[in-house]
């Protein structure tokens, strides 16, 4: 098998600011003042907003976005829409015709920066610019926007958590082309980088034990990418040393993930550590992973009844895995359910013919054929929430992604 080593900065790739803007006059003025603050990485489009929606559906969004909204018929709805595609940390300032304060309050609400009224000046362009950078402007939220945290932990080991992580991963990167992170919290018998045929990068461990190592730049360089739209942060730390995770590292290392990516998706090791207790915490999801055994029931409810004390406002899906694979020996679902107090969501059957083949040529199940890949892409677009309703309000989005 080959493990290539695929990394890059990925802070590079991406421009300072973007406009899509319909009437000459405004796209000039954004000209000027993009020269007059020096930002180099600026590129101007005639368009709209519908065109932003487009075009950062399928390339990475620039630090600051400049959208207009004038021809919109629902601007609210588009800036939602809008926000489903954008990277998270991106400040988008709307400019539009409407000199309407209700108009301007809603906008705010709906995660925009500022808005401006044609015809822009360029002293009001400039302001509105520096406070975004800055990140002063008078309606920034502190937080800024978040990526989601998916935990994926098994109730026992060798239930299959590694292989759902992986595919759920693949799948959102994939189908729903969001960026996202697969982080492997354990540094020493990981699979993740392997399943996906890549070397881990140095860097995590000493991330993961010491808060002041954590900034954009050195993860960057810890970060390996699979594709442009999934990245993976794992080791191989040796095993004849014991690695000390600091919770509050553990914590800023998923806050700085969070500002980078759609979606970080850890796959947690079984033991329950301050590094588990951290990601469990932060979680807005929880994939429980386990098969149809006696323990693995009993451990489901244990972590289930774990996350009601932790994290009472995560999601949790429980995910029964290698079903049928004893047959006769197996507890039947209902029973299972009626032992952990709840229906499980998902019963992906036992496969080693398909997933074996997958794992072991490096490729995630999720992006083969047959039962198990087709029910794990379901999964991953559950987990999305489908687009309807995705679009019905940013605001309550944003207070569950920073929850
Ligand atoms: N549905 C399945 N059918 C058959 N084999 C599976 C299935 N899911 C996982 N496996 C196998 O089980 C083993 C353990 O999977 P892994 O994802 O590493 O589990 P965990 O992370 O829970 O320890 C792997 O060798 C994998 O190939
Ligand atoms: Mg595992």
């Known amino acids: 098998m080959s493990r290539a080593l695929a990394r890059d900065g990925i802070a590079q790739e991406r421009l300072q600011l973007r406009a899509f803007v319909a009437d000459a006059e405004t796209r000039a003025v954004i000209a000027q003042v993009a020269g007059d603050l020096m930002i180099t990485g600026a590129s101007i489009h005639n368009g709209t907003v519908r065109d932003a929606i487009t075009v950062l559906g399928r390339e990475r969004s620039p630090r600051i976005l400049i959208v207009d909204i004038s021809t919109s018929e629902l601007p609210l709805s588009d800036i939602d829409e809008l926000a489903e595609v954008c990277e998270p940390g991106v400040s988008v300032i709307a400019i539009g015709e409407r000199n309407d304060v209700g108009l301007f309050r809603e906008l705010i609400h709906h995660g925009i920066t500022d808005y401006l009224v044609k015809p822009v000046t360029a002293t009001l362009l400039q302001r509105a610019l520096v406070q975004a950078v800055e990140g002063q402007a008078p309606h920034q939220r502190q937080t800024g926007r978040l990526g989601r945290i998916v935990a994926v932990m098994g109730a026992r080991g060798g239930v299959g958590a590694t292989m759902v992580a992986t595919s759920l991963a693949w799948s959102i990167a994939t189908s729903r082309h969001r960026r996202v992170v697969l982080f492997d919290l354990d540094l020493q018998f990981g699979s993740v980088a392997l399943a996906l045929d890549l070397d881990p990068a140095n860097g995590l461990r000493d991330a993961v034990e010491n808060p002041s190592r954590i900034d954009g730049l050195y993860l960057d360089r810890t970060l390996v990418r699979h594709s442009d739209t999934l990245y993976v942060l794992g080791a191989?730390?040796?095993?004849?040393?014991?690695?000390?995770?600091?919770?509050?590292?553990?914590?800023?290392?998923?806050?700085?993930?969070?500002?980078?990516?759609?979606?970080?998706?850890?796959?947690?090791?079984?033991?329950?550590s301050v590094a588990t207790q951290q990601v469990l915490q932060s979680a807005t999801n929880l994939v429980l992973v386990s098969d149809l055994s006696l323990a693995g029931m009993r451990d489901t409810l244990r972590i289930v009844q774990l996350m009601h004390a932790l994290n009472v406002g995560c999601t949790v899906n429980v995910v029964i895995n290698k079903g049928g694979e004893y047959r006769a020996g197996e507890i039947p679902k209902s029973e299972f359910e009626r032992g952990i107090g709840r229906s499980v969501d998902l019963v992906l059957p036992f496969d080693a013919r398909r997933v074996c083949a997958a794992i072991n040529s490096g490729r995630p199940v999720a992006s083969t054929s047959g039962p198990v890949a087709e029910q794990l892409r379901e999964l991953a677009e559950r987990i999305c929430g489908n687009k309807a309703a995705g679009r019905t309000g940013l605001f309550k989005r944003l207070l569950a992604m920073v929850r």
């Open 236 to 272: 191989e730390e040796p095993l004849d040393d014991v690695v000390r995770a600091d919770r509050d590292a553990v914590g800023l290392l998923l806050q700085e993930l969070q500002a980078k990516f759609h979606f970080v998706i850890v796959d947690l090791p079984r033991q329950i």
